[in-house]
């Protein structure tokens, strides 16, 4: 193969890898993001809960009082009772009392209510406080095992970085700015694969000649339709009987 075909080979594979990893690197603050909204959701449903709790725990405490104010009114009714003259004021006087009882029981079915929706409403923020709290754990690990990306990431583009430069100095520098021109033109990507007589990512059929010059591996040969510069990749030998046999052995 010729030499600086091969180096542009390599050079389209490091510039590839370190696009990825940099694109990987690019997204890490969505990322971040992304997991600080999963604790927040967690969050937002403990918040919600205690909230429901107290404000049941308040509602509950107002009816308490007003239960507090109807069996003072009972208290003094069943004195004012034992005063009346007459039995029309009797009956006056119990029909207050009745009324009043009633409104104990009706208060007092409420305040019953509310204490079984406030068991309720304790275990949802049971609930709620163990989702958060599996939520952090695993958020916490999501974040170390990005941490650990990330350290790889910027690793793998430093040594990226020093290889190009390697490879960089050592191919013709018309080859490599034909490499990079093609580059910046076609989203990073300036080598392709021809197989079967096409160009393997603009699709274009490329004319016989072109693709038989293609397959000798021997020039710089760029696609008339993309520019990208093309190389062929031969098809495996076929296994040999002898080494068929050495294989066995």
């Known amino acids: 193969m010729h030499a600086d075909l091969e180096r542009i080979i390599a050079l389209q594979r490091l510039d590839s890898a370190a696009s990825d990893a940099q694109r990987r ?7 971040q993001k992304a997991l600080e909204a999963r604790l927040e959701t ?24 007003d239960v507090a104010v109807h069996q003072g009114r009972l208290s003094k009714f069943r004195d004012q009772l034992m005063a009346v003259k007459t039995n029309q004021e009797y ?7 009745e009324f009043a009882q009633g409104g104990v029981k009706e208060i007092e079915d409420k305040v019953l209510e509310l204490m079984l929706e406030a068991d309720e409403l304790t275990a949802a923020l049971k609930r709620a406080e163990a989702e958060l709290a599996s939520e952090t754990k695993a958020v916490d690990a999501d974040r170390r095992a990005m941490a650990g990306e990330i350290a790889t990431l910027t690793a793998s583009v430093e040594r990226i970085t020093a290889e190009r430069a390697d490879l960089v100095r050592v191919i013709d520098p018309q080859v ?10 076609r989203r990073g990507i300036a080598v392709a694969e021809a197989r079967d007589g096409i160009c393997t990512i603009c699709h274009v059929r490329l004319r016989p000649q072109v693709f038989n010059n293609i397959r000798r591996n021997d020039s710089i040969i760029q696609c008339d339709s993309c520019q990208r510069i093309l190389y062929f990749v031969p098809a495996a030998a076929p296994a040999t009987s002898d080494s068929i046999s050495h294989s066995a052995q």
Not at 25 to 31: D, K, Y
Request: aromatic residues 2%; hydrophobic residues 45%; without cysteine.
């Open 25 to 31: 690197l690019a997204e890490e603050p969505e990322r």
């Open 176 to 185: 490599l700015a034909i490499f990079e021109l093609v580059a910046r033109g």
């Open 91 to 97: 009956q006056a006087m119990q029909k207050e009392i």
């Open 42 to 65: 967690a969050r937002q449903h403990v918040t919600a809960a205690k909230a429901q709790l107290t404000d049941n725990q308040t509602a509950r405490r107002a009816l308490e009082k």
